[in-house]
Every structure is written in structure tokens, then in C-alpha cells.
């Protein structure tokens, strides 16, 4: 029986819609005075019981003749009847009690509550089943419009009051979250949805060896599936369900209906960071959304946190689109069941397609894992490929311009949409993709936690979930339909502990890390780390321009130190180098370069980090900072990460922290650098190298901590041909020089005579090149004598309106 409407037909004169309207309250009045009356005779005469509503429908209608009359001659001859058992006359035949009632809870303006109207349809009533034990009560509830806005969807509800049936529902839900025996549920029905097609097979199962409540119980259940899928009260179910079969004959999907894709445990396929393939395993989703709202959802990755591998959950949004269906595979993550190789047009089925990805991406873990657990001292990495550096931040902290940024992003509760359409954090802003050429990179999930921010994105521009995640109780956590689910037991696990594939298969394409060149903490992609070169000093002893006698010392002192820090027999705390009276103190190798700009102080560090096969960590004033409470721990985190990774630790213009101390006050600050330096200084193990361009005023305590010292003169000019010489058979190898011969006469002949240094004679080599690449008379666009001439042209007038200031600062300096 269709709810009847209380809604009035404008086109009607108002007194017909006066009318109209009281007979509706009328009979909604009447309906419920006489179930009242006749559920209170239900215990003495249940066998005289007349049909409540028949009555009701005989009452309206001669209320429809008497407006005034409030009894009808139905009604007292119903009532006497139930009053004398004895009478048979008029008796109505007595109707089986239904095995489920559904009811409309409707707002009643005038009661101020909700009434409950039976809409049970009378055929139903009779072929239902036996009379026993009502199986279910299914009630629809409706908004009121005066209290709510028109697009709040209608709600529904069921009672389960069927044990039988209880646990049958339990059986099909409890790995969605249902209970055990289910008693209650209500719309969307969510645990129902993703058990559906088990819970349709259920219904058709014939088991000889059950028992009839058993057996009635599967018939309740289709029933009960017959109302939500047909009629639930709750529009987006009804929706759902009109466009399930072509959702998925058609493998798309609406907005609305998104959730019903992503059970907990699903595993699904996205691409958050820098395009590459990933997989995910749902942990939950917020379900049905509103118009408007993005769809969100909690997945998690294996992944390592720098001391253990564990899950790492992040949360993916799809932005909301409307009410027109797409195809799955065109969303930003999706079930990998619906998986198709992009390069098969179709031809390859979802699972042979997904099985060789994930042979892919079960490699590509493995190699995620070792570059994770890789020891001190060879967490250096060559890279090339794209990465995410983590912009306004230098090696320690973030920038005072950055802070801000952060500040106010962190203020801001709008969202962004990142790569693949998947909701960014407002960090993103601050991620900048860059490509890095065969690069050196240090792989340290460990460091990167310590010195960035907790907000920072980890993976593409998605950062770590911090939401409240669903918990499970203690027996559920120990279920292993719950365990196979959520994955508990992938939790807290150490390095060199054995992998499953299926761990493998869930790691990310990228590690986390710190670009030495770039000076960037960053993003690295997996498959584009390699090992690192060889030890080799083939740029020390060819390309360096230092005369033998410096060269040979730096060299023999870089390899005494390595050999000194080998221990004797194997034998921890007994090294092969010479012991300071005090312990762990002047076990390092502090190396000063001192000299005018330009002439190879910065291109000895690299070198002497080549020849030791060790990565450079450069730093500056920049990176430490002049604050006198925050340099001596900036100092010590720069010492750390370079005892950390064993690299040679390059202070490039370090000339504020090896001035001599002073006296007065403007002096503070200065006198607590130099301070700082020395005292982190004496328990540095490693290789140090400090450069100045001025040696006006050294603090006599820093000499005595510094094991070799290198004065670094202006280029002769076989120092300056050789370097011209090195920069053109570059060029000449690839092949964009046009007469190599007389590049390399015009090398000998005019370039040594104009008094350059190594930077300069670079950068006049490679304005050189640039501008040959774009001159339409070169032909082939490769460099020629002329090319040269005009730069060094330039650069000569240039120097000689710098000549003045430049004899001023060398005067400065002596």
C-alpha cells in the first residue's frame, strides 16, 4: 500500500483542499485509535481479530459521506463482534500474520512527531509464509521538510527480529564490520552492499540437512533483499540499484555510489607519485556522500619509517563530478580487478594484465627494501630521473620566507587537487619536480623524518594519515578473515626480517632522501637509483691544477685517515691510527684551502671525495645559521649526518667562523661561532675541509686543530691553457666543436694572456657553446674560434672595470 500524501492539489478551489487535508488527518487518527484498541484485545481475542486495516478503510469512507460522524456502522459492528466471542455474523476472515512489516515513519505537523503508517502490501501479507515469529521490520523514514533541507535523502531502517535470521546476516556481514548476530541495520546498509553477491547466493542454497527455521531464514533474507534492492527508502540505494547491472556490464561508476567499489581490504591501483604504478589495500571510506562532497578514502602502503617496515596509511580523494557515470579505470585509484595495461589496447584481461604488474612491481619492492636497510657508509646512491625536492628548505631547517608559507598553509582548510586528481595536502605547494642527471644521492628515511616536518608529503603530494583509524577489538584483530583484511601482523617489522610477495607488491616506487648537488631533501624514484662509481682519482690527479708536492700531501693524508679508522684484528675500539691521550677525540682530517676565488679550492673537496669514494656534503653559513643558540646544534647535526654518511664534509667560505675572537661587544656573537666550530671540531672523525678567501684575521685556535693547510696562488699560464684544454675536448667528444685544432691554438695563443680563473674560463667555454647552439651561421651549431674571441672579449673589458676593486681586495688580503 502506496504512503498517502498529505500534500494539497493546488488547482483545486480551497475549500475541497480544506477537506481533503482533514480527511487525511482523519483517517491517520482513525488508523491509529483502532490498532491501539484492537493490540490491547489481541491477547483475549486473537482469534476474532478484524483486519485494522479494512476497518480503517470502511471508517474513511463514510467519513468521506459524514464529515461530522467520527464512528461508522463498520466500525460499531466490528467492535461489537470482538466484544461477543459467541457472535459469527460479519465476522471478517482473519489474515496470517506477515513474516515482515514494512512501515512509513511520516512527519505529523500537528502531533510535532513522527506516525507510523503499515505499507505492507496486502498480497504480500498473504503469501508471505507461516504464521510465526515476524521475521524483519523494515521502516522507511521521512525528513520533515520544515525542519530539513529538500535534498536530505530519505532514510531507512531494519529490525531483525528473527534469530535465524540474525546470524544468517552475521555470517554474510561480520567481515564488513557487522556483528556476529545482526539485530539492527540502516541505510546505506554497507556491510550488506559489499556481501551482496554472496548474500544472493545464500538465498538460492538448498541444504536437505537444515532445519526449517534455517531454511525460513533464507527466504527472509530474500525478502529482505527484495525491499532494499527494489524499494529501500533511501534514494541513493534505489539509485544504486537501478544501475548496478550496467555498472557493471559497463565497468562504470556514479559519485554517489563510488563506496560500494571500496570495501575494507580491496586492493587498488594508483599512481600518486610522479606517475608510477602503486598498490594500495583499502582500510575504510567515508561512504555514501552528499552532492558536492569528495569522495575520501584510507588506504596504506608497506613502507619503511627509517628504524622498521609497517604500514603507512594515507588518505586519496576524488573530487566530486556529478551525477553522470565514468569508467572505472579513468579514476585516480581504483580496484585492481578492473586493471588493463595501458599499452594492450584491451586485448590483455584484467587479471593476465594486473599478474605481469605485479611481477613488476614485486622486483621493484625488492630493490625498495635493500636501498632501505643499506648500512652506514653506503647509503650513497648515483640517480637519474625525475624526483619531488621539498622547496624553502635548506639541509637543516626551514627558511624564515618558508616557515611562513608553512605557517599559512597549515591555516588553510582548503584543499588542492594533486597529481591523478587525488586530493593534496596544502604542503604541496611546497614540492617542486625537478629532474636530476646522474646525480649523487643519499637514501635516509631516518634523517629525512628528523628534519622535516611532520606535515611534509612522503609520497607525491600525499602525506601520512593522521586521522583516527577504525579499531577492532582484541578478538577481531585475532580473526583471520580481520587479519588477511587489515594486515596487522605487516606492522613493526625489522630490517632483514623475511618478505612475503605480497609485502613486496605493496611497497612504494620512491625512497626518501637528500640530493647533495641540489642541496634538497627529496623524493627519489626506486627504479632510478643505481651504485655508486668506483673510488676514483682520475679528476684529482688530472684535472686539478695543484702543484705535485700539495697534491701528494693531500692524497697520502686522505688515505692514511681511512686506513687509520680500520680497526686491528676486527677488534672494536683498537684502530690503526695514532690515539689522543683524551678518548674519541682528533680521530678526524681538517683540511684548509685558502686562496683567491676561482682557482680550484671547491674543485680539490669534490675531487678528494672522488679518490675517496665517499660522498660531499657542502655546507655553508646559510645552512648553519649566525644565531648564536641555534648554531652549536645546527653545527652538530651537519657533523652527524656527515659522520652518518660518511662523506667528506666540505665548509665552503667559512670565514666567519675561523676570524680571530675579540674583545668587544659587537664581537658576542662572532667569538660563540668560532667556539662552537672548535669544540664540535675535536670529536670529528671524519674528512673536513674548510675554504676562505681571506686570511686577514685567523683565530690562532683554529690553527691548531687544522692538519693540513694548501695556499692556492693565481693561475699561471699553463695552468690556464690546461683548463681550457680539459673544457674543449669535453666539446670535442661531443662532437660540437667545428675545428678542435684551432680552438685549441686560440687556447695557447690569446686565452692564456688574459689572466683568468677556472670559473671564469668555464664560463666563458660555455657562453661560448650557448651562444654557437643558437648562431645560424655556425651550420651545424658547434662552437668556432669566433665564439670564443667575442666572450673572452667581453670578459676582458669587464675585468679591466673591475681592475680597481680587485687590487683593492688583494691589497686586503696579504
Given at each position: 500500500?502506496?504512503?498517502?500524501?498529505?500534500?494539497?492539489?493546488?488547482?483545486?478551489?480551497?475549500?475541497?483542499?480544506?477537506?481533503?487535508?482533514?480527511?487525511?488527518?482523519?483517517?491517520?487518527r482513525l488508523l491509529e485509535s483502532r490498532i491501539t484498541q484492537l493490540e490491547q484485545r489481541n491477547a483475549v481475542v486473537e482469534t476474532t481479530k478484524p483486519a485494522a486495516e479494512d476497518v480503517v478503510l470502511a471508517e474513511a469512507k463514510n467519513t468521506d459521506g459524514d464529515s461530522s460522524s467520527g464512528n461508522d456502522s463498520s466500525y460499531s459492528s466490528s467492535k461489537d463482534n470482538a466484544d461477543n466471542p459467541d457472535s459469527k455474523a460479519d465476522v471478517p476472515e482473519v489474515e496470517k500474520e506477515p513474516r515482515y512489516v514494512v512501515v512509513v515513519s511520516r512527519w505529523d505537523p500537528d502531533l510535532g512527531d513522527f506516525t507510523n503508517i503499515d505499507a505492507t502490501k496486502k498480497e504480500?501479507?498473504?503469501?508471505?509464509?507461516?504464521?510465526?515469529?515476524?521475521?524483519?521490520?523494515?521502516?522507511?523514514?521521512?525528513?520533515?521538510?520544515?525542519?530539513?533541507?529538500?535534498?536530505?535523502?530519505?532514510?531507512?531502517?531494519?529490525?531483525?527480529?528473527?534469530?535465524?535470521?540474525?546470524?544468517?546476516?552475521?555470517?554474510?556481514?561480520?567481515?564488513?564490520?557487522?556483528?556476529?548476530?545482526?539485530?539492527?541495520?540502516?541505510?546505506?546498509?554497507?556491510?550488506?552492499?559489499?556481501?551482496?553477491?554472496?548474500?544472493?547466493?545464500?538465498?538460492?542454497?538448498?541444504?536437505?540437512?537444515?532445519?526449517?527455521?534455517?531454511?525460513?531464514?533464507?527466504?527472509?533474507?530474500?525478502?529482505?533483499?527484495?525491499?532494499?534492492?527494489?524499494?529501500?527508502?533511501?534514494?541513493?540505494?534505489?539509485?544504486?540499484?537501478?544501475?548496478?547491472?550496467?555498472?557493471?556490464?559497463?565497468?562504470?561508476?556514479?559519485?554517489?555510489?563510488?563506496?560500494?567499489?571500496?570495501?575494507?581490504?580491496?586492493?587498488?591501483?594508483?599512481?600518486?607519485?610522479?606517475?608510477?604504478?602503486?598498490?594500495?589495500?583499502?582500510?575504510?571510506?567515508?561512504?555514501?556522500?552528499?552532492?558536492?562532497?569528495?569522495?575520501?578514502?584510507?588506504?596504506?602502503?608497506?613502507?619503511?619509517?627509517?628504524?622498521?617496515?609497517?604500514?603507512?596509511?594515507?588518505?586519496?580523494?576524488?573530487?566530486?563530478?556529478?551525477?553522470?557515470?565514468?569508467?572505472?579505470?579513468?579514476?585516480?585509484?581504483?580496484?585492481?580487478?578492473?586493471?588493463?595495461?595501458?599499452?594492450?589496447?584491451?586485448?590483455?584481461?584484467?587479471?593476465?594484465?594486473?599478474?605481469?604488474?605485479?611481477?613488476?612491481?614485486?622486483?621493484?619492492?625488492?630493490?625498495?627494501?635493500?636501498?632501505?636497510?643499506?648500512?652506514?657508509?653506503?647509503?650513497?646512491?648515483?640517480?637519474?630521473?625525475?624526483?619531488?625536492?621539498?622547496?624553502?628548505?635548506?639541509?637543516?631547517?626551514?627558511?624564515?620566507?618558508?616557515?611562513?608559507?608553512?605557517?599559512?598553509?597549515?591555516?588553510?582548510?582548503?584543499?588542492?587537487?594533486?597529481?591523478?586528481?587525488?586530493?593534496?595536502?596544502?604542503?604541496?605547494?611546497?614540492?617542486?619536480?625537478?629532474?636530476?642527471?646522474?646525480?649523487?644521492?643519499?637514501?635516509?628515511?631516518?634523517?629525512?623524518?628528523?628534519?622535516?616536518?611532520?606535515?611534509?608529503?612522503?609520497?607525491?603530494?600525499?602525506?601520512?594519515?593522521?586521522?583516527?583509524?577504525?579499531?577492532?577489538?582484541?578478538?577481531?584483530?585475532?580473526?583471520?578473515?580481520?587479519?588477511?583484511?587489515?594486515?596487522?601482523?605487516?606492522?613493526?617489522?625489522?630490517?632483514?626480517?623475511?618478505?612475503?610477495?605480497?609485502?613486496?607488491?605493496?611497497?612504494?616506487?620512491?625512497?626518501?632522501?637528500?640530493?647533495?648537488?641540489?642541496?634538497?631533501?627529496?623524493?627519489?624514484?626506486?627504479?632510478?637509483?643505481?651504485?655508486?662509481?668506483?673510488?676514483?682519482?682520475?679528476?684529482?690527479?688530472?684535472?686539478?691544477?695543484?702543484?705535485?708536492?700539495?697534491?701528494?700531501?693531500?692524497?697520502?693524508?686522505?688515505?692514511?685517515?681511512?686506513?687509520?679508522?680500520?680497526?686491528?684484528?676486527?677488534?672494536?675500539?683498537?684502530?690503526?691510527?695514532?690515539?689522543?691521550?683524551?678518548?674519541?677525540?682528533?680521530?678526524?682530517?681538517?683540511?684548509?684551502?685558502?686562496?683567491?676565488?676561482?682557482?680550484?679550492?671547491?674543485?680539490?673537496?669534490?675531487?678528494?671525495?672522488?679518490?675517496?669514494?665517499?660522498?660531499?656534503?657542502?655546507?655553508?653559513?646559510?645552512?648553519?645559521?649566525?644565531?648564536?643558540?641555534?648554531?652549536?646544534?645546527?653545527?652538530?647535526?651537519?657533523?652527524?649526518l656527515a659522520g652518518k654518511w660518511e662523506a667528506v664534509l666540505l665548509f665552503d667560505e667559512a670565514d666567519v667562523f675561523l676570524e680571530a675572537r675579540g674583545d668587544g661587544e659587537n664581537d658576542l656573537q662572532r667569538n660563540a661561532m668560532v667556539s662552537v666550530l672548535l669544540r664540535v671540531l675535536e670529536y670529528y672523525d671524519g674528512i673536513l675541509i674548510l675554504t676562505t678567501n681571506r686570511m686577514k684575521s685567523f683565530d690562532i685556535a683554529v690553527q691548531s686543530r687544522i692538519h693540513i693547510a694548501i695556499k692556492y696562488d693565481e693561475l699561471d699560464s699553463d695552468q690556464q691553457f690546461a683548463i681550457f684544454e680539459s673544457f674543449l675536448d669535453q666539446l670535442r667528444r661531443k662532437k660540437?666543436?667545428?675545428?678542435?685544432?684551432?680552438?685549441?691554438?686560440?687556447?695557447?695563443?690569446?686565452?692564456?694572456?688574459?689572466?683568468?680563473?677556472?670559473?671564469?674560463?668555464?664560463?666563458?667555454?660555455?657562453?661560448?657553446?650557448?651562444?654557437?647552439?643558437?648562431?645560424?651561421?655556425?651550420?651545424?651549431?658547434?662552437?668556432?674560434?669566433?665564439?670564443?674571441?667575442?666572450?673572452?672579449?667581453?670578459?676582458?673589458?669587464?675585468?679591466?672595470?673591475?681592475?680597481?676593486?680587485?687590487?683593492?681586495?688583494?691589497?686586503?688580503?696579504?
Amino acid at each position: 500500500m502506496e504512503s498517502i500524501s498529505t500534500d494539497t492539489v493546488e488547482s483545486k478551489p480551497d475549500s475541497n483542499q480544506t477537506r481533503i487535508a482533514d480527511l487525511e488527518q482523519r483517517y491517520i487518527r482513525l488508523l491509529e485509535s483502532r490498532i491501539t484498541q484492537l493490540e490491547q484485545r489481541n491477547a483475549v481475542v486473537e482469534t476474532t481479530k478484524p483486519a485494522a486495516e479494512d476497518v480503517v478503510l470502511a471508517e474513511a469512507k463514510n467519513t468521506d459521506g459524514d464529515s461530522s460522524s467520527g464512528n461508522d456502522s463498520s466500525y460499531s459492528s466490528s467492535k461489537d463482534n470482538a466484544d461477543n466471542p459467541d457472535s459469527k455474523a460479519d465476522v471478517p476472515e482473519v489474515e496470517k500474520e506477515p513474516r515482515y512489516v514494512v512501515v512509513v515513519s511520516r512527519w505529523d505537523p500537528d502531533l510535532g512527531d513522527f506516525t507510523n503508517i503499515d505499507a505492507t502490501k496486502k498480497e504480500e501479507k498473504k503469501a508471505i509464509g507461516p504464521e510465526n515469529q515476524r521475521a524483519f521490520t523494515f521502516k522507511k523514514l521521512t525528513l520533515a521538510r520544515s525542519q530539513q533541507s529538500e535534498s536530505e535523502p530519505y532514510h531507512s531502517e531494519a529490525k531483525i527480529e528473527s534469530e535465524p535470521l540474525q546470524k544468517l546476516l552475521g555470517k554474510i556481514t561480520s567481515r564488513w564490520g557487522w556483528s556476529e548476530k545482526v539485530t539492527e541495520c540502516s541505510s546505506p546498509y554497507s556491510g550488506l552492499i559489499y556481501a551482496w553477491t554472496e548474500a544472493m547466493q545464500e538465498v538460492k542454497v538448498q541444504d536437505d540437512n537444515e532445519s526449517d527455521d534455517e531454511k525460513q531464514a533464507r527466504t527472509d533474507l530474500g525478502e529482505l533483499l527484495k525491499i532494499i534492492s527494489t524499494s529501500s527508502g533511501f534514494l541513493p540505494i534505489d539509485r544504486y540499484f537501478k544501475n548496478r547491472e550496467a555498472f557493471i556490464n559497463e565497468k562504470t561508476i556514479t559519485h554517489a555510489a563510488l563506496w560500494t567499489l571500496f570495501p575494507p581490504g580491496t586492493v587498488i591501483y594508483a599512481q600518486p607519485f610522479l606517475g608510477e604504478p602503486q598498490v594500495f589495500t583499502v582500510y575504510s571510506c567515508n561512504g555514501f556522500v552528499t552532492e558536492e562532497e569528495d569522495f575520501d578514502l584510507v588506504c596504506f602502503c608497506f613502507d619503511w619509517n627509517g628504524a622498521e617496515f609497517t604500514r603507512v596509511p594515507f588518505m586519496m580523494s576524488i573530487p566530486y563530478w556529478g551525477s553522470d557515470k565514468r569508467s572505472i579505470v579513468e579514476l585516480p585509484f581504483y580496484p585492481v580487478k578492473y586493471y588493463t595495461n595501458p599499452g594492450t589496447n584491451g586485448d590483455t584481461s584484467p587479471t593476465d594484465a594486473f599478474e605481469a604488474l605485479r611481477e613488476r612491481l614485486i622486483a621493484r619492492g625488492k630493490k625498495f627494501v635493500k636501498y632501505c636497510v643499506s648500512v652506514k657508509g653506503k647509503q650513497m646512491f648515483k640517480y637519474t630521473g625525475n624526483t619531488h625536492f621539498h622547496t624553502g628548505r635548506n639541509l637543516l631547517h626551514a627558511s624564515e620566507d618558508a616557515d611562513g608559507e608553512q605557517k599559512r598553509q597549515s591555516d588553510d582548510s582548503s584543499t588542492g587537487t594533486g597529481v591523478g586528481g587525488l586530493k593534496a595536502s596544502n604542503q604541496a605547494r611546497s614540492i617542486s619536480r625537478k629532474k636530476i642527471d646522474g646525480g649523487t644521492t643519499m637514501v635516509d628515511f631516518d634523517s629525512f623524518f628528523e628534519y622535516l616536518s611532520p606535515r611534509t608529503p612522503i609520497l607525491g603530494n600525499l602525506r601520512r594519515y593522521e586521522g583516527e583509524l577504525e579499531s577492532l577489538s582484541p578478538e577481531r584483530r585475532a580473526n583471520p578473515i580481520f587479519k588477511e583484511i587489515y594486515k596487522f601482523h605487516w606492522d613493526r617489522l625489522p630490517a632483514g626480517h623475511s618478505m612475503t610477495p605480497d609485502q613486496y607488491l605493496h611497497c612504494p616506487p620512491r625512497v626518501l632522501g637528500y640530493a647533495l648537488k641540489q642541496k634538497k631533501w627529496a623524493q627519489l624514484l626506486v627504479d632510478g637509483l643505481r651504485s655508486p662509481d668506483a673510488a676514483d682519482a682520475t679528476v684529482f690527479e688530472e684535472k686539478l691544477q695543484l702543484d705535485e708536492e700539495a697534491k701528494n700531501l693531500v692524497k697520502w693524508s686522505v688515505q692514511a685517515h681511512e686506513e687509520g679508522k680500520k680497526l686491528i684484528d676486527g677488534k672494536p675500539g683498537e684502530s690503526r691510527g695514532l690515539q689522543d691521550f683524551a678518548p674519541d677525540k682528533g680521530k678526524g682530517l681538517v683540511i684548509m684551502l685558502y686562496g683567491f676565488p676561482g682557482v680550484g679550492k671547491t674543485l680539490t673537496a669534490e675531487s678528494v671525495a672522488l679518490m675517496a669514494g665517499k660522498p660531499l656534503l657542502s655546507v655553508g653559513v646559510s645552512d648553519i645559521g649566525i644565531e648564536g643558540d641555534k648554531v652549536e646544534a645546527n653545527l652538530q647535526k651537519v657533523f652527524d649526518l656527515a659522520g652518518k654518511w660518511e662523506a667528506v664534509l666540505l665548509f665552503d667560505e667559512a670565514d666567519v667562523f675561523l676570524e680571530a675572537r675579540g674583545d668587544g661587544e659587537n664581537d658576542l656573537q662572532r667569538n660563540a661561532m668560532v667556539s662552537v666550530l672548535l669544540r664540535v671540531l675535536e670529536y670529528y672523525d671524519g674528512i673536513l675541509i674548510l675554504t676562505t678567501n681571506r686570511m686577514k684575521s685567523f683565530d690562532i685556535a683554529v690553527q691548531s686543530r687544522i692538519h693540513i693547510a694548501i695556499k692556492y696562488d693565481e693561475l699561471d699560464s699553463d695552468q690556464q691553457f690546461a683548463i681550457f684544454e680539459s673544457f674543449l675536448d669535453q666539446l670535442r667528444r661531443k662532437k660540437l666543436v667545428e675545428d678542435y685544432e684551432d680552438l685549441i691554438s686560440w687556447a695557447k695563443k690569446d686565452g692564456k694572456k688574459l689572466a683568468l680563473n677556472g670559473r671564469q674560463i668555464r664560463n666563458i667555454v660555455s657562453t661560448a657553446m650557448n651562444i654557437a647552439l643558437v648562431d645560424n651561421k655556425s651550420g651545424m651549431g658547434k662552437l668556432k674560434r669566433e665564439h670564443l674571441s667575442r666572450v673572452a672579449k667581453q670578459t676582458k673589458d669587464f675585468k679591466q672595470e673591475l681592475r680597481t676593486q680587485e687590487d683593492i681586495y688583494r691589497a686586503k688580503t696579504k
